[in-house]
């Protein structure tokens, strides 16, 4: 399956964005989907994810209450709704295969990646 996401850009503090991430080459439906990002001067890290069923989510702690993951199985993609969003959240948002859980978020376990979208986020 390819990845492209999209919906980046650049936004003032407390300012939303709405990430999308769409598959080709194989239905969405048959995966999980994660939002990974990476942050200048940081690690790759998990913000959430969703399981093939549409009630399995699972959040970063700084992202629970501000970002809002949901699919779209009809349109073969996934999105990431971003609001009050941080300077701290600036980075490039990955969307990528995997298993929804704990372990994978946390660990950055993910299959195919798409190539990411900016986020910047002005204070």
């Known amino acids: 399956v390819q990845l492209v996401e999209s919906g980046g850009g650049l936004v003032k503090s407390g300012g939303s964005l709405r990430l999308s991430c769409v598959a080709s080459g194989a239905r969405l439906s048959y995966y999980a989907i994660g939002w990974f990002r990476q942050t200048p001067g940081k690690e790759r890290e998990g913000v959430s994810c969703?399981?093939?069923?549409?009630?399995?989510?699972l959040y970063l702690d700084s992202a629970k209450g501000r970002f809002t993951i949901s699919r779209d199985n009809a349109e073969n993609a996934a999105y990431l709704q971003m609001s009050s969003l941080e300077p701290e959240d600036t980075g490039v948002y990955y969307c990528?295969?995997?298993?929804?859980?704990?372990?994978?978020?946390?660990?950055?376990?993910?299959?195919?990646w798409g190539q990411g979208t900016q986020v910047t986020v002005s204070s």
């Open positions: 990528a295969t995997m298993l929804c859980d704990e372990f994978a978020l946390t660990t950055v376990a993910a299959w195919s």
């Open positions: 969703i399981g093939i069923s549409d009630g399995e989510t």
